[in-house]
């Protein structure tokens, strides 16, 4: 089974910094496109960041541009979302989750809480 990880949430300032890691286990993990997500309480879970599998291309919410940055590490089987500047409004649970094109299948971590503080 494929399983994703996500680690390093928190309780933050805003203005502050924080990173987050998601370590997939058995799988290709080379194979996958691999992205974030949040969901804020009583919100609808939205589309964060993505990398491709190659790592040649990232695709960023208009909401987090310029603050966020999405990379991976395929020796180490993890992608990574450096969180800058953050904001109160970045509050959420944050998913993992990676995309394999054949055959189809999506995979999902357990999420992780980050908390910006005003």
């Known amino acids: 089974q494929v399983r994703l990880v996500e680690s390093g949430g928190g309780l933050v300032q805003a203005g502050g910094s924080l990173r987050l890691s998601c370590t997939v286990s058995g799988g290709r993990f080379s194979s996958y496109a691999m992205g974030w997500f949040r969901q804020a309480a009583g919100k609808e879970r939205e589309f964060v960041a993505a990398v491709s599998w190659s790592g040649d291309h990232t695709y960023y919410a208009d909401s987090v541009k310029g603050r966020f940055t999405i990379s991976r590490d395929n020796a180490k089987n993890t992608v990574y979302l450096q969180m800058n500047s953050l904001k109160p409004e970045d509050t959420a649970v944050y998913y993992c989750?990676?995309?394999?094109?054949?055959?189809?299948?999506?995979?999902w971590g357990q999420g992780t809480q980050v908390t910006v503080s005003s």
């Open positions: 989750n990676a995309r394999k094109t054949w055959p189809p299948a999506q995979y």
